[in-house]
Structures are given as C-alpha cells and as structure tokens.
C-alpha cells in the first residue's frame, strides 16, 4: 500500500498526529512552523492556530473543546472555541536549549514526555517526565536523547518508546496499577533500516506502526518477536508519525516533514498529511483529565 496526500500543504515539520474519535477531527502540528493544526471530519482545509513558541506534542482532553499542549519550556491548554492558550506548569529543571518533544498521554491517566537539546541532541540528552493530573512534572527515566513514538501493551505487560538518535525502539515492563516503568531494554534495532525510526502507534491487536525518517516509509512490526510484517511506502522522504483515526478507526494518518530533504529529491509531497485505507484498526488515543 502508498499513502495517499491528504493535505496537500508543506508543512516544515508536521509531526504528532492525534485524533478525536470522539468528534472525528484531526489534530497535528508543525513544530518548526510553530503551529497548532485540525481538520474535522466532513471538512476539506485545516484550521491553523500559530503558537509562540514550538510545539513538541498535542494531548487529548477530557473536555474535547480544549486539548493539552507541550510547548518548548511547559504544559499548556488551548480553549478550542475561544482561541485562548493558557500556561500551566513547566518542570523545576533548566530547559535553557531544550524543548519538549514527543509525548501522549498513558492509559493511566498522566502525560509521558520528554525533552531533546535544540542544536545536539545527541551529545545532551534529555528527560523523559511523568505529568499527573495536578500538572506535576516527575523525573522517570534519562538519559534519552529524542523521544518518540511511544506505545504501551497493556496485554502483556510492556511500554514502548523510540529513541531516533540511537535507531532504537526501548521496551519497559510497565506496572498495570500505577502505571510504573522499569527494566528497560533495547528491543527493536533500526541500524539494517537505512532510515531512523519517529513516531509511533498501534493496532488493536498489538502491532507497531513506526514512521521512517529518512526511510519514506511506515514499517510494520510485531513487538514480541521484533519481527517487521509490511511497509507502506509514502511519497516524502522524512515520515514523522502515525495514527489511526476515521469513523472505524481503520484510517492511517501520517505526518511528513519538509525540511533536511535535498532539493534533488525524487519525492513531491513532503511535509503532506497522507492516509491509508483498511491497513488495521486502531484504538481511541487517551484522555488527560488536569484537575486544578
């Protein structure tokens, strides 16, 4: 299967697709555009919301007119209706040079982020927080250079997150009562993949959906014997995420950046939001509920 352009604008760094199955709207960002985008459903153009400062990630709220979202330097919400975006919490660790990047909210109800260094990532790594319902930021894991893609297996027992620099996928034993992670491990190696794995979804039977960066692809893969099943070829060079939306959540959005692609590029639609149709069906994204 190829993906097909779905909104066909160039966005820099489209990243984070999210979707509401509970109003059928898509929620994305462009993180070096600095923007906050949606399209519902029975629409044909985005909405685009410009931010001040870079997003890392958009979270779904319990109240579906508002959602949460990660800024450079903290926690924010944007009232949808009313275009109002209002500061919540940052963390009590220096985030000079830093800024927050992936992150979804878990089954436990508390948003799983982490940061990534502006200009050497590599070199200086981040954080990888816990925020729980009061907006409080806790220290889970470091070092991680770039997070990404994270996925947990509530049936057997396992949290998964990409680190892009490392060509990585980590797997964690993930405590089904408080939702604790600890063990971690290298799991899936992407150094054969010629690309860098991105962002990250799965299927309702377990199966991982990664975005190749540098790969132009989204590779399918089963977590528990690290076998890849399929690829799924899409017409941008740097695939960034993934995640399944539509009426019967069998719909596959995926996000494409722009930038870092040579200008002898074979490829015509990076930075595009592409789908695919019937590749498997996907499970709602979780709801973060901030109690002030």
Same mark, same amino acid.
């Given at each position: 299967?190829?993906?097909?352009?779905?909104?066909?604008?160039?966005?820099?760094? @489209?990243?984070?697709? $999210?979707? %509401?199955?509970?109003?059928?709207?898509? =929620?994305?960002? *462009?993180? +070096?555009?600095?923007?906050? #985008?949606?399209?519902?459903?029975?629409?044909?153009?985005?909405?685009?919301?410009?931010?001040?400062?870079?997003?890392?990630?958009?979270?779904?709220?319990?109240?579906?007119?508002?959602?949460?979202?990660?800024?450079?330097?903290?926690?924010?919400?944007?009232?949808?209706?009313?275009?109002?975006?209002?500061?919540?919490?940052?963390?009590?660790?220096?985030?000079?040079?830093?800024?927050?990047?992936?992150?979804?909210?878990?089954?436990?109800?508390?948003?799983?982020?982490?940061?990534?260094?502006?200009?050497?990532?590599?070199?200086?790594?981040?954080?990888?927080?816990?925020?729980?319902?009061?907006?409080?930021?806790?220290?889970?894991?470091?070092?991680?250079?770039?997070?990404?893609?994270?996925?947990?297996?509530?049936?057997? @027992?396992?949290?998964? $997150?990409? %680190?892009?620099?490392?060509?990585?996928? =980590?797997?964690? *034993?993930? +405590?089904?009562?408080?939702? #604790?992670?600890?063990?971690?491990?290298?799991?899936?190696?992407?150094?054969?993949?010629?690309?860098?794995?991105?962002?990250?979804?799965?299927?309702?039977?377990?199966?991982?959906?990664?975005?190749?960066?540098?790969?132009?692809?989204?590779?399918?893969?089963?977590?528990?014997?690290?076998?890849?099943?399929?690829?799924?070829?899409?017409?941008?060079?740097?695939?960034?995420?993934?995640?399944?939306?539509?009426?019967?959540?069998?719909?596959?959005?995926?996000?494409?950046?722009?930038?870092?692609?040579?200008?002898?590029?074979?490829?015509?639609?990076?930075?595009?939001?592409?789908?695919?149709?019937?590749?498997?069906?996907?499970?709602?994204?979780?709801?973060?509920?901030?109690?002030?």
């Amino acid at each position: 299967m190829t993906g097909i352009p779905f909104i066909k604008k160039t966005y820099q760094l @489209g990243e984070g697709p $999210i979707w %509401d199955h509970r109003i059928h709207r898509l =929620y994305y960002i *462009d993180i +070096d555009g600095m923007l906050l #985008a949606f399209i519902d459903q029975d629409s044909d153009q985005p909405t685009e919301i410009a931010l001040p400062k870079m997003p890392g990630t958009v979270i779904l709220s319990n109240n579906p007119d508002e959602v949460y979202l990660l800024l450079e330097d903290g926690l924010y919400k944007y009232v949808v209706y009313a275009d109002n975006l209002v500061f919540i919490r940052r963390p009590k660790e220096n985030l000079t040079n830093y800024r927050f990047n992936e992150g979804k909210c878990d089954p436990f109800g508390h948003i799983i982020v982490g940061t990534m260094h502006k200009t050497d990532a590599e070199k200086k790594p981040g954080i990888l927080y816990r925020i729980d319902p009061l907006g409080d930021f806790m220290i889970i894991d470091q070092p991680i250079h770039i997070p990404n893609g994270m996925v947990w297996d509530l049936e057997h @027992g396992y949290y998964y $997150i990409i %680190d892009s620099p490392k060509q990585l996928v =980590y797997r964690y *034993d993930l +405590d089904l009562t408080t939702g #604790a992670i600890n063990n971690k491990i290298p799991w899936i190696n992407f150094a054969g993949e010629n690309s860098f794995p991105d962002g990250m979804t799965s299927d309702e039977s377990g199966m991982l959906y990664i975005a190749n960066w540098k790969g132009h692809r989204i590779s399918k893969w089963n977590p528990l014997t690290k076998e890849k099943l399929d690829e799924y070829e899409i017409d941008a060079l740097n695939v960034t995420s993934c995640v399944f939306g539509g009426d019967k959540l069998d719909r596959l959005f995926v996000s494409s950046a722009s930038v870092d692609t040579p200008k002898s590029s074979v490829f015509s639609h990076c930075g595009n939001i592409f789908y695919i149709d019937h590749v498997a069906n996907g499970l709602p994204s979780n709801l973060y509920t901030f109690k002030k």
